[in-house]
């Protein structure tokens, strides 16, 4: 069964592309006002155009908000709170510089002001990650767990189309990988089958623009450090 965007009122958001792309960013402070379903269904319906291998469309995901949101939110801050470490997948050696210098961006002046001897502040800060950073919508994306890299490619395709629907909505977001790694108290929570993997959350809502920490943007590195160009 096809399905096409649900119908949205036209140049609403006057935004070229490049500008969508450049505005998008990890928002970590949401207000509590409500996404409209309009503008999250349009979003879920575009994304369903990216491509995938064989036109499988491998992405699966779980939208909450509301109490079903509230109830995964509690179970999760919960679990961080009791001590048990999130399963989270290593970075290599030469990766880690990256998450040291977001870290000290977040959490710096530039970000929440937590000093570095502030134990409590950062724990806190912390938790707000299993707390959706207070979003109203809360997402989940998995993939079955039968399928290769190339169809987590297909599925990071789609989850970029819907984040660059909401930013051009002016709705704020964020992909966080934290949760996954208390994929039992998700799977718990949405009743999610044991051949999907839970790949990563993603917060959903509208940007508290009073925040310093939304205005925090991450360096990106050069093209030419990540892409070979061969003409000859």
Not at 153 to 159: E, W
Not at 169 to 175: E, L, N, P, R
Not at 213 to 230: A, G, P
């Amino acid at each position: 069964m096809t399905t096409s965007p649900a119908p949205i009122p036209h140049n609403i958001y006057p935004m070229t592309f490049e500008e969508t792309v450049l505005i998008r960013h990890s928002t970590r402070r949401f207000l509590p006002q409500p996404v409209p379903k309009q503008i999250l269904h349009h979003a879920l319906s575009l994304a369903t155009h990216a491509p995938s291998n064989s036109n499988i469309q491998p992405w699966r995901f779980y939208l909450l908000s509301g109490a079903a949101a509230d109830r995964l939110k509690t179970a999760l801050v919960a679990e961080a709170s009791s001590g048990a470490e999130p399963l989270i997948p290593p970075l290599p050696d030469d990766c880690k510089h990256f998450r040291s210098e977001l870290g000290k961006q977040v959490y710096g002046e530039g970000g929440l002001g937590i000093a570095r001897d502030d134990i409590e502040g950062r724990r806190a800060a912390v938790l707000r990650n299993f707390d959706f950073f207070g979003a109203p919508t809360a997402a989940i994306v998995c993939m079955n767990n039968t399928l290769s890299k190339a169809d987590a490619v297909s599925v990071g395709m789609y989850l970029q189309t819907f984040l660059l629907s909401l930013t051009e909505a002016q709705v704020g977001s964020c992909v966080e990988v934290s949760v996954a790694g208390y994929p039992d108290v998700i799977r718990k929570c949405l009743s999610i089958p044991e051949d999907m993997d839970i790949i990563c959350g993603v917060a959903i809502g509208y940007e508290d623009e009073s925040m310093v920490v939304n205005r925090l943007r991450s360096r990106r590195v050069s093209v030419e450090e990540t892409t070979v160009i061969l003409e000859d």
